[in-house]
């Protein structure tokens, strides 16, 4: 709520969604109290304890993510340097409009990966409503089993770079299930859902296109059922490898290190979420829109939400 996705967060809200924004490692949330963890725009890095309890988490506990993400292009960063005139220094981006390094160790132990390039373009699944992708990176690589949803887009990396406008198709969306079968409604394992953009559902821009989209990645990895738009995909026969991408690496000139919150010092877990932070101290409203019980009686209507910047 208090960044510039606060749009997004008001429509979850709406839709009857309990949500807590998660200010500390993952390490520091029981994720049998969680339906689903949503990555929005990360931009920093992730300790390898904490790739290693989300892979857990996921496969054990039946915790399902709903990563947004955005681009990272280590050439279109370079380009984007510039010499500021107040410091006298030289400033370079850090990191792309998204970590997707980090985003791509998370998603490691589940054989799905990210791509480097930078789209553009109006994605549509069948009839659906165009969701307005304005960064968008792509899925370079995921399982068999699994689920990608493709739409011509424009490469904007190589708009940026060459002055060329080339658009082909490009796998933006993407559906897993930690069973290997998309479609198991085996709930005691969670569900990856991925959209390759997070800049459709900044507050700039006024109609949030892809909440349609959102709505039903939710829905997804709630309760295991595809709905809508998401019902049309096919399940692959076989890994999905695009080889005209390639995932992408850190800078090695980066120093991301000497601004990051996760490298710099270790964080500890604090007693509670403060308040402040907290969308409904009082637990799930009686009539919320989405109901999912857990193994122990345990309410999963709940999302806890980590937001970049």
Same mark, same amino acid.
């Given at each position: 709520?208090? =960044?510039? &996705?606060?749009?997004?967060? @008001?429509?979850?809200?709406?839709?009857?969604?309990?949500?807590? !924004?998660?200010?500390?490692?993952? =390490?520091? &949330?029981?994720?049998?109290?969680?339906?689903?963890?949503?990555?929005?725009?990360?931009?920093?890095?992730?300790?390898?304890?904490?790739?290693?309890?989300?892979?857990?988490? +996921?496969?054990?506990?039946?915790?399902?993510?709903?990563?947004?993400?955005?681009?990272?292009? +280590?050439?279109?960063?370079?380009?984007?340097?510039?010499?500021?005139?107040?410091?006298?220094?030289?400033?370079?981006?850090?990191?792309?409009?998204?970590?997707?390094?980090?985003?791509?160790?998370?998603?490691?132990? *589940?054989? /799905?990966?990210?791509?480097?390039?930078?789209?553009?373009?109006?994605?549509?699944? %069948?009839?659906?409503?165009?969701?307005?992708?304005?960064? #968008?990176?792509?899925?370079?690589? *995921?399982?068999? @089993?699994?689920?990608? *949803?493709?739409?011509?887009? =424009?490469?904007?990396?190589?708009? *940026?770079?060459?002055?060329?406008?080339?658009?082909?198709? #490009?796998?933006?969306?993407?559906?897993?299930?930690?069973?290997?079968?998309?479609?198991?409604?085996?709930?005691?394992?969670?569900?990856?859902?991925?959209?390759?953009?997070?800049?459709? +559902?900044?507050?700039?821009?006024?109609?949030?296109?892809?909440?349609?989209?959102?709505? $039903?990645?939710?829905?997804?990895?709630?309760?295991?059922?595809?709905? %809508?738009?998401?019902?049309?995909?096919?399940?692959?026969? @076989?890994?999905? !490898?695009?080889?005209?991408?390639?995932?992408?690496?850190?800078?090695?000139?980066?120093?991301?290190?000497? &601004?990051?919150? =996760?490298?710099?010092?270790?964080?500890?877990?604090?007693?509670? !979420?403060?308040?402040?932070?907290?969308?409904?101290?009082?637990?799930?409203?009686?009539?919320?829109?989405?109901?999912?019980?857990?193994?122990? %009686?345990?309410?999963?209507?709940?999302?806890?939400? $980590?937001?970049? /910047?």
């Amino acid at each position: 709520p208090h =960044t510039n &996705f606060r749009g997004l967060y @008001g429509k979850l809200k709406e839709a009857g969604y309990f949500l807590e !924004i998660l200010g500390q490692e993952y =390490t520091c &949330f029981d994720a049998s109290e969680y339906g689903t963890l949503m990555l929005v725009d990360t931009e920093d890095n992730f300790r390898k304890d904490e790739v290693t309890k989300l892979a857990k988490d +996921v496969k054990d506990k039946g915790l399902s993510v709903l990563i947004l993400a955005e681009w990272y292009n +280590v050439d279109v960063m370079a380009k984007l340097k510039f010499f500021d005139d107040n410091t006298q220094l030289w400033w370079t981006p850090q990191t792309g409009g998204g970590n997707v390094p980090a985003l791509n160790e998370l998603l490691k132990p *589940f054989n /799905a990966a990210l791509s480097d390039h930078v789209w553009k373009g109006d994605f549509k699944i %069948g009839n659906s409503v165009a969701a307005k992708l304005k960064s #968008a990176t792509s899925i370079a690589r *995921f399982p068999k @089993g699994g689920m990608v *949803f493709k739409s011509k887009l =424009t490469d904007e990396g190589q708009n *940026f770079l060459q002055g060329q406008l080339n658009a082909r198709e #490009a796998a933006v969306v993407g559906l897993l299930s930690a069973t290997n079968d998309v479609d198991s409604n085996d709930m005691s394992k969670g569900r990856i859902a991925i959209l390759g953009d997070s800049s459709c +559902v900044d507050n700039k821009e006024d109609d949030l296109s892809c909440w349609w989209l959102i709505q $039903q990645m939710l829905e997804y990895t709630m309760t295991a059922k595809r709905t %809508g738009s998401l019902g049309e995909g096919k399940v692959l026969p @076989g890994p999905h !490898i695009d080889s005209s991408v390639h995932e992408p690496s850190l800078e090695a000139r980066h120093e991301l290190h000497l &601004f990051s919150k =996760t490298v710099a010092e270790k964080l500890e877990c604090r007693a509670s !979420i403060p308040l402040s932070m907290v969308a409904s101290p009082a637990g799930p409203p009686p009539n919320a829109a989405k109901s999912l019980w857990g193994g122990e %009686g345990k309410p999963r209507d709940k999302a806890v939400a $980590q937001e970049g /910047a």
